[in-house]
Structures are given as structure tokens and as C-alpha cells.
């Protein structure tokens, strides 16, 4: 048995905490039985808009013409940006490998951690299979992966996750896409722009879910231009003849009594490559907590108070596997409220209360706080504005499609601020600071001088034109 003064399970945003430990004096294990640095680095956040970055430009240089600019593509080199992007993450991945491998302070193993009690763990697998580690303070960030849907014949055929789908390094000739949420409308964007076809199986009645209604419908308006849509669909059976796939898709119904809609028609869609992006799981299912007083909620995720505690003694959680946001910026937001927890001289609870978001598609979108269907829900009373770029000169100038939606309470207070268009995941900024350092009021951004004519101006001018009551009446603010 190995004793520490800290363990962390998983190599992402738990890293921060575990190098706050180190700084404080303390001794520190590190489990962790992949490429260091976590989902976002290996297999998320930063391949994923590394590969979709080469698809805007492909794309702005398709829409030269719209400018009066005719361009031709002499070739794209699909293997190679691929293989560059991945060799980029290895380096870095490795390099935090490096980094932990000669300080002396961190001990790292390999291997998957499970508990045997409240704050030992046995590691299984890898090359420290076997070894037991105990700690006065744990820190479970063991974070996601992505969820298979239970769909006949899953088991039977060659799927690709989001994981494979970042090291394809052919473009598929029609890609399928399972799920309707943001990785696969990301997916959609980067492999369609490089010439695959596409079809979108989602079950929601409109794709981005997540996103405020009227956004989503927007978007999912946009895709269905550029794709095969079925929304409102759930993928039921699936099988493969050769190198073909063919997802059989039956209308579903959300609502009081979801499930799916009898007596009409399926549809079915065949690909040479299906992407199953239908959610991601806890990865709490791994750890053994049974042998804790760790508890998990009814979707599997680690359940913990509002410091990021769990009901085991000394035993912390952060990231994905807590199920709050599965976004990287918020795992690095609650290992800031981790550290502070942990070595701070009061506790304080993780503020979630501006919280962004952005799909990196075409359109992008990106929004922050409530959507108008949560204040509809809960009843209250809001005003809400929108407005859109091609009425502001940048916008007219990009010939840029989009909106930005605001929501605020009748005391002019920020609610919740929605963006599909060119650069959303920038304007939502400006929005951000104001509800978390400014006042959290439309005077915030009203008030900010905005250049001239840069395209923040279509966020000013959504903020201060005339608002609407939720309900419909006509509002003066």
C-alpha cells in the first residue's frame, strides 16, 4: 500500500488541483490510464476545432463567389490535416507526461482506478496493475465517454465514436450520424465540407437540443439545407451488408409520454460510415464505488453538494462525471472552486450562474444563462429582444445570416443571451463579463461604447432596441 497526501483519477481538469497540491507541500498520486490531459485535449475539444477550423476556411473560400471572387480548390490534402492535428495533441499530451515524469512531487501510475474503500483505490490494467494507493484527500475526475444507444443490431456492426471519427483520414462518401446534439452537428459541418454526404437520425424534435428553441429551430432549418435531416426520428435497427450501413429510423414523439409514434412510416438511411454522437456516459460506472459512501445519480453521474463534495469523507469531484456541464471550461471553473474549497480558509459554492456554451458549426451558435423555454416553464415573467446581423453594416458587409436573442426580467436584469451566426462563440463574451463582473444589467452592454462598425454592434443593438414581454405584450424598458 502506497500512502499520499492527494490522489486525483483522470488526467484532465483535475491536473490543476493536483499541481496546487504539489505547491502546497503536499504528496501527490496521479491516475490515469490513457493519453495524459484528458477527453479535451486527446479526443475533444482541441482536435475537434483544430480539424474544424480547416473546414471554415474551406468553406469561406467556397463562398468567395458571393463577393465576386471566383476561386477554384486545386486539392485538399485530408490525410494530412488529420494526421497533423492528432500528431499535435500526441505532443502536447506527451509533454504533460514529461512535465508530471520529473517532478518529484507527482507520482503517476497507469492503469484504471476502483475503489476498495472510502479513500483507497486498486488500480487495474496498465503497468501498475495491482498496486494500491491511499490518500487523505481524493479527487474523482474520471470524466466521460461517449453513450451507445440501445438500438438492434448495435452490436453487429463497424460504428465510429467521435473518438474514431477525429482520426478518420478519408472523409466518408455518406456519413450517418446517430444523435442530433452538438457533436454531431460539428461532425456534420467538418466531414460534409469535405465532401461527405450526410444524414442526421436525432429523436428531438429539432437538433441542438440544448439550445434556446427558436435558435435551434434556426440551425436546424440551416442543416436540413445542407443535409439529410430526419429529426423527430429515433434510430431503431441497424445492420451491414459489406461496407454499406443502413440505420432504420421510426418517427418518436417527445412530450408527456415520449416514445415511439405507432402506424407511421420509418425511414431508413445508408451509409458507408455511422457515427454514433447519441450523448456521452459517466465514466463512475468504472470506479467500484460501491465500495464507498460515494453515491451516483439516476443517470450515472457522481453526486456531490455545492462545494463539489461527495457523501465520502475527504472524497471531492469535478468535470464531466459530476454531470453539471459537460464542457472543459466548466471542469477548469469547478477545479478553480476545488482549490479554493480545499485550501482556502471558507467554503464556497461552484457558481454556475453564467455558464456559456458555442457549437462550433456552420452556422456557429452559442448562448449563456436561461432559454426562453426555461422561463416559460417556470413562469416568470421576462421581456425578450432579438436582432439580427445582416441589419448592422459588418453583418451586411460578411453577408452574414444570423441573430442574437436576448432575455432579461422586467428589471432589466440578464437572463440569458442566444447567438447563431458568424462568430457567436466571440460575442457571447461580452455578455458573459457583464452578467459575472459587470452589473448583470442591459445597461452593461448598452451603456459600453461599441466600435464602429465591428460586429459586437449586433449584440449592442439587441440589447437596446425594443422588448417584447415574454407574453406577448409590448414592453418599454
Not at 468504472?286 to 445519480?297: F, K, M
Not at 453521474?301 to 464542457?327: M, N, P, Q, S
Not at 466571440?426 to 442591459?442: F, K, P, W, Y
Request: proline share 3%.
Amino acid at each position: 500500500m502506497e500512502e499520499f497526501d492527494f490522489l486525483v483519477i483522470g488526467s484532465g481538469s483535475g491536473l490543476d488541483v493536483a499541481n496546487v497540491a504539489v505547491n502546497q507541500g503536499q504528496s501527490v498520486a496521479i491516475v490515469e490510464k490513457g493519453p495524459l490531459g484528458g477527453t479535451c485535449l486527446n479526443r475533444g475539444c482541441i482536435p475537434s476545432k483544430h480539424l474544424l477550423y480547416h473546414a471554415d476556411v474551406l468553406e469561406t473560400i467556397e463562398r468567395a463567389s458571393a463577393f465576386n471572387i471566383e476561386t477554384t480548390v486545386e486539392s485538399v490534402d485530408f490525410s494530412t490535416i488529420v494526421r497533423e492535428v492528432n500528431e499535435e495533441v500526441s505532443e502536447d499530451s506527451a509533454s504533460i507526461r514529461r512535465g508530471l515524469e520529473s517532478s518529484s512531487q507527482h507520482e503517476l501510475y497507469d492503469g484504471e482506478a476502483r475503489f476498495v474503500d472510502e479513500r483507497t483505490v486498486e488500480i487495474s490494467g496498465g503497468d501498475d496493475d495491482g498496486t494500491r494507493l491511499r490518500a487523505e484527500t481524493v479527487l474523482i475526475a474520471a470524466g466521460s465517454r461517449p453513450g451507445i444507444p440501445n438500438i438492434d443490431g448495435i452490436d453487429d456492426v463497424s460504428y465510429l465514436t467521435s473518438t474514431e471519427a477525429l482520426q478518420l483520414e478519408t472523409p466518408p462518401e455518406h456519413l450517418v450520424i446517430v444523435g442530433g446534439g452538438y457533436i454531431a452537428a460539428e461532425l456534420a459541418h467538418f466531414f460534409g465540407t469535405f465532401g461527405s454526404e450526410v444524414t442526421i437520425v436525432g429523436r428531438r424534435p429539432t437538433l441542438l437540443p440544448e439550445a434556446d428553441d427558436e435558435v435551434g429551430q434556426a440551425f436546424t432549418d440551416r442543416y436540413a439545407d445542407r443535409f439529410t435531416v430526419h429529426t423527430g426520428h429515433a434510430a431503431t435497427t441497424v445492420s451491414q451488408n459489406g461496407n454499406e450501413i443502413s440505420v432504420e429510423a421510426r418517427p418518436y414523439e417527445y412530450g408527456d409520454d415520449p416514445g415511439l409514434v405507432d402506424g407511421e412510416d420509418a425511414v431508413t438511411a445508408i451509409g458507408d460510415e455511422l457515427l454514433v454522437a447519441a450523448g456521452r456516459v459517466s465514466n463512475a460506472d468504472t470506479l467500484n464505488l460501491d465500495a464507498t459512501s460515494v453515491q451516483t445519480d439516476d443517470r450515472g453521474f457522481i453526486e456531490t453538494d455545492e462545494y463539489l463534495r461527495t457523501d465520502a469523507e475527504g472524497v471531492w469531484a469535478l468535470g464531466d462525471i459530476v454531470g453539471e456541464y459537460l464542457l472543459k471550461h466548466n471542469a477548469n471553473h469547478e477545479a478553480r472552486a476545488v482549490i479554493r474549497n480545499l485550501f482556502g480558509e471558507e467554503l464556497e459554492p461552484v457558481d454556475y450562474s453564467a455558464m456559456p456554451s458555442a457549437v462550433f458549426a456552420s452556422p456557429e451558435v452559442a448562448g449563456v444563462g436561461a432559454r426562453e423555454q426555461d422561463l416559460r416553464d417556470a413562469d416568470e415573467e421576462y421581456a425578450t429582444n432579438t436582432y439580427r446581423y445582416e441589419e448592422t453594416a459588418r453583418g451586411d458587409a460578411m453577408k452574414a445570416k444570423g441573430l442574437v436573442k436576448v432575455l432579461i426580467d422586467l428589471d432589466g436584469e440578464i437572463r440569458g443571451c442566444h447567438i447563431i451566426g458568424p462568430d457567436a462563440s466571440t460575442l457571447i463574451q461580452e455578455v458573459v463579463v457583464a452578467m459575472e463582473a459587470g452589473s448583470g444589467t442591459v445597461q452593461d452592454i448598452r451603456d459600453a461604447v461599441h466600435i464602429h462598425p465591428a460586429l459586437p454592434e449586433v449584440v449592442q443593438r439587441a440589447f437596446s432596441g425594443q422588448f417584447s414581454r415574454g407574453g406577448g405584450h409590448e414592453h418599454h424598458h
